[in-house]
């Protein structure tokens, strides 16, 4: 499979991150969905077929909401809030979370990351 048979929400109220992952990753091939709250995540992942959900944490809100409705999405998390966010997730029980950063982390190591979550081989 390549990058552009893969569809990727990503949430952040950060307008430059956005445009920072618009222009990264969408030169690797991914059909990117960007969105600045949980509403708009919500209403995005009701419309269409979404392969995987990178979120910042102001918008962890919606995690039960994924986890109850889409149990196969995977989520990667990157936030800038505090490192014991993942701890407190995990024992909340979402399976679904399969990384979390803190920013600022490298667009390549998130790259990296995304390859590996959506099983896309290396060129």
Not at 41 to 49: H, I
Not at 82 to 90: A, Q, R, S
């Amino acid at each position: 499979m390549n990058c552009s048979d893969f569809t990727i929400l990503i949430a952040d109220d950060n307008l430059s991150l956005l445009d920072i992952y618009d222009k990264s990753l969408s030169a690797e091939g991914y059909r990117l969905i960007l969105v600045e709250t949980d509403t708009n995540a919500l209403a995005e992942l009701g419309k269409s077929p979404i392969d995987l959900l990178i979120i910042d944490h102001t918008v962890l809100t919606i995690l039960p909401f994924v986890e109850l409705n889409h149990p196969k999405l995977p989520v990667i998390v990157v936030s800038g809030n505090y490192e014991g966010l993942m701890k407190d997730y995990e024992k909340k029980g979402f399976a679904n979370v399969k990384a979390f950063y803190l920013k600022p982390e490298s667009m390549n190591v998130i790259k990296l990351k995304i390859r590996e979550v959506l099983k896309i081989e290396d060129l």
